[in-house]
């Protein structure tokens, strides 16, 4: 794909459950380079979007990665379109080691037999990989004794190997130390620089520290974008988070989207 489809728009998104609109008319674009954060309260319909842009929500609107209409197709065919995701939990082999989740990951379009195979040397997508996420040093031990903020990273490379073009990222530093946020920080500054990343995130510290631009949910729909201090000095955000009137609010910005 050229890189210069590599970008997600989102037209006039809407999820319904049993009567209930979820997501209400989203409307966003991302451009492949821009390390978007999607924020707002519990319940705002963030993490229902990325099921809609993943095939794993029925939604109405349009999903378009570049010129390729999303929206309609199977989950696993968006995903060979290049959309990968994470989850809040990492979803590794953890009795497998760091080196064959990569390659259990690289070889997703592999027959079985080609799977098992011995290899003579680590493809170099896979040594690359390993050194981007910070895991060279790791790479033979099993995926189950790593940190959690290893096994997101792991997750993250899984997705690299695949050569994912978007990313979209469900809380990735949820339960991480302050080093592994930052680590993990500079590793999307990293791979966000030639792609398209979404990171749904509830740390408003981690947000502040490295997102270029921001959009807030509420409701189902867009409340606020723009850059971090365009959102947090927005009235109804401060608002929504603080559950006061705007003028009330407005003397305590720093902690409007804590």
């Known amino acids: 794909m050229s890189m210069t489809a590599d970008y997600l728009e989102l037209s006039d998104v809407r999820v319904e459950f049993d009567g209930f609109r979820a997501v209400d008319g989203v409307s966003l674009t991302v451009l492949q380079g821009d390390l978007r954060f999607l924020i707002g309260p519990n319940g705002a319909g963030k993490t229902t979007l990325v099921d809609a842009i993943t095939g794993l929500a029925r939604a109405a609107g349009s999903i378009r990665f570049g010129r390729t209409e999303l929206l309609g197709r199977k989950a696993h065919r968006i995903a060979r379109l290049g959309v990968g995701r994470t989850f809040q939990t990492a979803s590794v082999f953890e009795d497998l080691s760091v080196l064959q989740n990569l390659d259990i990951a690289a070889g997703a379009e592999r027959g079985p037999v080609t799977m ?119 009235p109804r955000v401060q608002e929504v988070y603080l559950g006061t009137a705007p003028t009330d609010a407005a003397n305590d910005s720093d902690e409007a989207v804590a």
């Open 116 to 234: 098992l195979r011995a290899r003579g040397r680590t493809p170099e997508r896979i040594d690359e990989t390993l050194e981007t996420v910070g895991l060279t040093a790791h790479r033979d031990l099993k995926a189950g004794t790593l940190s959690h903020g290893q096994k997101q990273w792991l997750e993250i490379g899984m997705l690299l190997v695949r050569d994912a073009r978007v990313l979209l990222l469900d809380e990735p530093v949820a339960g991480m130390s302050g080093e592994e946020r930052t680590r993990t920080g500079e590793l999307l500054r990293r791979v966000g620089a030639d792609r398209t990343v979404v990171v749904v995130e509830h740390d408003m510290d981690f947000m502040r520290s490295f997102a270029d631009s921001v959009t807030v949910l509420h409701a189902g729909s867009v409340l606020s974008e723009g850059s971090v201090a365009e959102v947090q000095s927005d």
